[in-house]
């Protein structure tokens, strides 16, 4: 009777590792995806470290210059596909369900699945890293004809790791999207839903729109490479420009899958600590949707310096403007939100305020990159990676990493150690912006990105800039320690913690009082 249960609740009845291996629960999956995605994280991590390693000083010192191209590529590829979305579906298996009042989701089997799929797909693209020539080397842009001409043979290996990563994140979009619209509990209507939620199933249809255009543009390098097609060749009457517009119609809305379920994130985590409700919630699902149909329309903002003509450079550059205005109506909704709120800042307030500050910095250089003239200067140098990187690390993955502090009493069922976790913070805030912002600089006087030697002007800064690399990898490993200390020696949760928390008073070495499983009491 009970393996019968077991069965039902989705718990395969084997232990160990056929447990994992056959599950359907929905909670053991998005564990599965974290885990996994924490690992991506360190590997994709170590190969900046490669990259900033050999930047410390100008010259070539450390990997020739075709090693570091590997590394640029991969570290891009396993940071986007391996790491950021594999952590949000993750947050979404554990999280939409029981947000939802759903017992699990809707699609179990294909979940499992979904999951199963990365693991082998990233095996595939870091042994490409060991074959004769070595892995892709063109950027994680992959832009034709470097990826196809140029490339050496383990470009098929590559593409069919690409097509694997997209099946699984289709997949993982269907199974989203079928459990809101179906198993949502009675009563809740589309304007009660949580933001985390709203964010979701609009990153999932933009999943399910954008994932067979990347899935395109690689069959086409894949053919190019090795069937004597012409897609992206001048010569056989093809166009390399068409593969940047292909690759970016599907890059730029991938850009907001990274970053619009952490919109989500914050907006269940500032609430929280400000003890008062999300100011806007109508008006932050309308932002959301504004977001996500713009995205489909400035992709080419990536492309100004490809020769497109001045009405296209008018429109691209107006329509990537108009983005900043839901943009700015999210950060003044969570400012609104802290307004007069009796506010306490735990490690994930910290992490969520932190976001909201750096993230915010991310936009304006967009904006900068946005004005067509101005970025014929700012293109491919390092004031885009900049960009980017503020866009991604502390938007993105400081978003996560707030996300991991707010429901690991939930996970686990312990406390993690604050003062460990307040330690990551601000290790991690003083090293990132080390690492970045010093990009900004290098970018505007004319350093090229994705080149391992660089003039001696920069050397100074490109110094800082390392150091300040080695410093954010190694104080993630603080986070990495909170988790095993919570998970293993961390004070247990009381069943109703919620119960009589407010007011109670707490210090860095007690547990604070707030769960994420409660509705904050409102301050009048």
């Known amino acids: 009777m009970s393996e019968e249960i077991s069965h039902q609740q989705g718990h395969?009845?084997?232990?160990?590792?056929?447990?994992?291996?056959?599950?359907?629960?929905?909670?053991?999956?998005?564990?599965?995806?974290?885990?996994?995605?924490?690992?991506?994280?360190?590997?994709?991590?170590?190969?900046?470290?490669?990259?900033?390693?050999?930047?410390?000083?100008?010259?070539?010192?450390?990997?020739?210059?075709?090693?570091?191209?590997?590394?640029?590529?991969?570290?891009?590829?396993?940071?986007?596909?391996?790491?950021?979305?594999?952590?949000?579906?993750?947050?979404?298996?554990?999280?939409?369900?029981?947000?939802?009042?759903?017992?699990?989701?809707?699609?179990?089997?294909?979940?499992?699945?979904?999951?199963?799929?990365?693991?082998f797909a990233f095996g595939l693209l870091l042994l490409t890293l060991f074959m004769d020539g070595g892995g892709p080397s063109s950027g994680w842009t992959f832009y034709a004809p470097l990826s196809t001409k140029y490339s050496g043979n383990s470009t098929a290996l590559f593409v069919f790791a690409v097509h694997m990563m997209g099946i699984s994140s289709i997949m993982g979009a269907i199974n989203v999207i079928v459990t809101i619209f179906n198993l949502r509990a009675p009563g809740m209507t589309w304007m009660k839903l949580p933001l985390f939620v709203w964010t979701w199933l609009i990153t999932a249809f933009l999943l399910i729109a954008v994932m067979p255009v990347l899935a395109a543009a690689v069959t086409m390098v894949l053919t190019d490479k090795f069937f004597g097609t012409s897609f992206f060749d001048a010569?056989?009457?093809?166009?390399?420009?068409?593969?940047?517009?292909?690759?970016?119609?599907?890059?730029?809305?991938?850009?907001?899958?990274?970053?619009?379920?952490?919109?989500?994130?914050?907006?269940?985590?500032?609430?929280?600590?400000?003890?008062?409700?999300?100011?806007?919630?109508?008006?932050?699902?309308?932002?959301?949707c504004s977001i996500a149909l713009l995205s489909f329309i400035v992709w080419a903002h990536h492309m100004f310096t490809t020769g497109m003509p001045v009405a296209a450079e008018l429109f691209f550059m107006y329509s990537t403007m108009l983005i900043a205005v839901p943009t700015g109506v999210k950060v003044f909704n969570w400012v609104a939100t802290m307004w007069r709120g009796a506010m306490t800042f735990e490690t994930p307030m910290l992490f969520a305020i932190a976001f909201i500050v750096l993230f915010t910095i991310g936009g304006f250089s967009g904006l900068m990159l946005a004005i067509t003239p101005a970025d014929f200067q700012y293109h491919d140098t390092y004031f885009v990676v900049a960009h980017f990187h503020y866009v991604l690390v502390t938007g993105a993955i400081f978003s996560l990493i707030a996300a991991a502090y707010f429901w690991l009493p939930k996970w686990t069922g312990h406390w993690y150690d604050e003062r460990l976790g307040q330690w990551h913070f601000w290790c991690s805030l003083i090293s990132v912006n080390l690492l970045f912002f010093p990009m900004h600089f290098v970018g505007l006087a004319g350093m090229p990105r994705r080149i391992p030697d660089y003039a001696l002007q920069f050397a100074d800064l490109n110094a800082l800039i390392s150091i300040g690399g080695f410093a954010f990898g190694l104080s993630q490993l603080i986070f990495v320690w909170v988790v095993i200390k919570c998970i293993r020696s961390g004070a247990a949760v009381p069943a109703k913690v919620w119960e009589g928390a407010e007011g109670l008073e707490w210090t860095l070495s007690s547990p604070p009082p707030y769960h994420s499983f409660t509705t904050p009491p409102r301050v009048e």
Do not use: C
């Not at 166009?239 to 269940?268: C, K, N, R």
């Open 12 to 119: 395969h009845p084997q232990s160990g590792i056929l447990r994992w291996l056959y599950t359907t629960n929905h909670k053991d999956i998005g564990t599965l995806y974290l885990l996994f995605s924490l690992t991506m994280f360190f590997i994709g991590g170590s190969m900046a470290m490669v990259i900033r390693a050999e930047l410390f000083q100008p010259g070539l010192q450390l990997v020739n210059p075709l090693f570091f191209n590997q590394m640029t590529t991969v570290h891009g590829l396993i940071m986007v596909f391996g790491a950021v979305m594999p952590a949000f579906t993750g947050l979404a298996n554990w999280l939409i369900p029981m947000m939802i009042g759903a017992p699990d989701m809707a699609l179990p089997r294909m979940n499992n699945w979904s999951f199963w799929i990365l693991p």
């Open 235 to 288: 010569a056989g009457g093809g166009d390399p420009v068409m593969f940047q517009h292909i690759f970016w119609f599907f890059g730029h809305p991938e850009v907001y899958i990274m970053i619009l379920p952490a919109f989500g994130i914050i907006s269940t985590i500032v609430p929280t600590f400000a003890r008062k409700p999300l100011f806007g919630y109508h008006s932050m699902v309308y932002a959301t």
